[in-house]
């Protein structure tokens, strides 16, 4: 929704609302890892993605964000 132009610092602070409320959505923590891949903040980017896998091991979009930041993935 806010991951274009700049409303980027908005939706990072939407996505962390996400979490807070519901600390077992994937796609909250995977959302805020881009948001904050965008940001230049690569080190929560992958601490996000990480947890998005830690949750749903199957979410491929967080696996190539990883790959794409350099990480290596199983």
């Known amino acids: 929704i806010?991951?274009?132009?700049?409303?980027?610092?908005?939706?990072?602070?939407?996505?962390n609302m996400v979490v807070e409320i519901e600390p077992t959505h994937s796609l909250g923590y995977y959302y805020r890892g881009l948001s904050s891949q965008k940001l230049g903040n690569k080190a929560a980017a992958i601490t996000d993605y990480n947890q998005a896998l830690n949750i749903n091991p199957d979410l491929y979009?967080?696996?190539?964000?990883?790959?794409?930041?350099?990480?290596?993935i199983e």
Do not use: V
């Not at 806010?2 to 996505?15: E, P, R, T, V, W």
């Not at 979009?61 to 290596?72: H, I, M, V």
């Open 2 to 15: 806010y991951l274009g132009g700049d409303s980027i610092l908005q939706a990072n602070k939407h996505f």
């Open 61 to 72: 979009r967080a696996k190539k964000a990883l790959r794409d930041l350099g990480e290596n």
